[in-house]
Nanobody
Framework: QLQLVESGGGLVQPGGSLRLSCAAS????????IGWFRQAPGKEREGVSC????????YYADSVRGRFTVSRDNAKNTVYLQMNSLKPEDTAVYYC????????????????WGQGTQVTVSS
């Protein structure tokens, strides 16, 4: 059974940091482009970052560039999203997704999705 599981979310103060993990079971993440998305209440799901399957090229939304870093550890079959200088507007449920149809911050190339992890940035 193919499964993605996110972890690492929580409550953090503005300016703080969190590292999200996306662990796979049933398949090898190295063969997939992995995207990170988020969805705040009442808003559409938006792409945050992705890392390509072949050469590890990374992409970021303008709203997080310079603050978030995506990386992969193929030995652990896990992808990470390091989030620094967090802002209240980063509050959302964060999802990871896996796909083979190209690198994008749109949702359509991704076939497998995790259940999400809540990130709340508040003082």
């Amino acid at each position: 059974q193919l499964q993605l599981v996110e972890s690492g979310g929580g409550l953090v103060q503005p300016g703080g940091s969190l590292r999200l993990s996306c662990a796979a079971s049933g398949f090898t993440l190295a063969y997939y482009t992995i995207g990170w998305f988020r969805q705040a209440p009442g808003k559409e799901r938006e792409g945050v970052s992705c890392i390509s399957k072949r050469d590890g090229i990374t992409y970021y939304a303008d709203s997080v560039r310079g603050r978030f870093t995506v990386s992969r550890d193929n030995a652990k079959n896990t992808v990470y999203l390091q989030m620094n200088s967090l802002k209240p507007e980063d509050t959302a449920v964060y999802y990871c997704a896996a796909g083979v149809r190209g690198s994008s911050l749109e949702t359509w190339p991704y076939d497998y999705w995790g259940q999400g992890t809540q990130v709340t940035v508040s003082s």
